[in-house]
């Protein structure tokens, strides 16, 4: 009976693990997100560009999560036109993972 109970133990164990990767996944690809904000945002967001340099530092999660509700209100809306829905998310993982307030505050050089 004990043994039983062991192995249905297990077998949640992983079910949930899984649901956690797919979760993960869903919430976008940090990695790819800093490529894409280098490559989309920084062109104007760095020290001598056109607007005033913006690293995932400096801002707090909950100024990200602002950001992100109201992109039709930013100087920018057109430039992130160009991102695609999943491009999005990937850069919100990225910016959102390495606020001021995150566990590891980045800047980008
Ligand atoms: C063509 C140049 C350009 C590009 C590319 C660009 N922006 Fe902007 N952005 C601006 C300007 C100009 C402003 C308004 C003035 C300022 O904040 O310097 C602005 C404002 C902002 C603001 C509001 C200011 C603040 O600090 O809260 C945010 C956030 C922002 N941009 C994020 C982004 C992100 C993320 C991207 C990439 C998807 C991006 N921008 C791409 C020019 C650009």
Redesign the pocket.
């Known amino acids: 009976m004990l043994k039983r109970i062991g192995s249905v133990l297990i077998i949640l164990f992983f079910v949930f693990a899984a649901i956690g990767i797919v979760m993960a996944a869903d919430k976008g690809n940090a990695r790819k997100g800093k490529y894409l904000?280098r490559k989309?945002?920084r062109?104007?967001?760095c020290e001598d560009?056109?607007?005033?340099p913006?690293s995932p530092i400096?801002?707090t999660q909950a100024q990200w999560d602002e950001?992100f509700k109201s992109i039709d209100k930013?100087?920018?809306t057109k430039?992130?036109a160009k991102?695609s829905e999943k491009d999005r998310n990937d850069?919100y993982a990225h910016?959102w993972g390495h606020a001021f307030d995150s566990p590891s505050p980045a800047k980008c050089k």
Request: glycine share 4%.
């Open positions: 904000f989309n945002c062109t104007c967001h560009g056109s607007a005033k913006l400096d801002k950001v930013l100087s920018c430039e992130w991102l850069m910016l």
